[in-house]
C-alpha cells in the first residue's frame, strides 16, 4: 500500500464514520476548530492529519482513534 492509498482509506473511514453517526463537516469543524477545507482534504486522502488532529476528531465524535484504521 502506498503512502496516498493511506491517506484515502483513513479519510475514508473518518467520513463513513462521520457521516453514520449523522455529524455534517460543518458540524465537526465547528467542533474541533478546523476549517472545512481542511477536513475535506483529511477525508479525500490529499492531506496527512497529524496525530493530536485525529485524536480531537475522534473526540469529537465520541469514538477511538483506532477505530479509523
Request: glycine share 4%.
Amino acid at each position: 500500500m502506498t503512502d496516498q492509498d493511506f491517506l484515502v482509506r483513513l479519510g475514508k473511514s473518518i467520513a463513513e464514520i462521520r457521516k453514520r453517526k449523522g455529524i455534517s463537516q460543518n458540524e465537526l469543524c465547528a467542533v474541533i476548530n478546523m476549517e472545512k477545507s481542511n477536513l475535506s482534504a483529511i477525508e479525500n486522502g490529499r492531506q496527512n492529519a497529524s496525530s493530536l488532529t485525529l485524536k480531537k476528531i475522534a473526540d469529537a465524535m465520541n469514538v477511538e482513534v483506532r477505530e479509523f484504521f
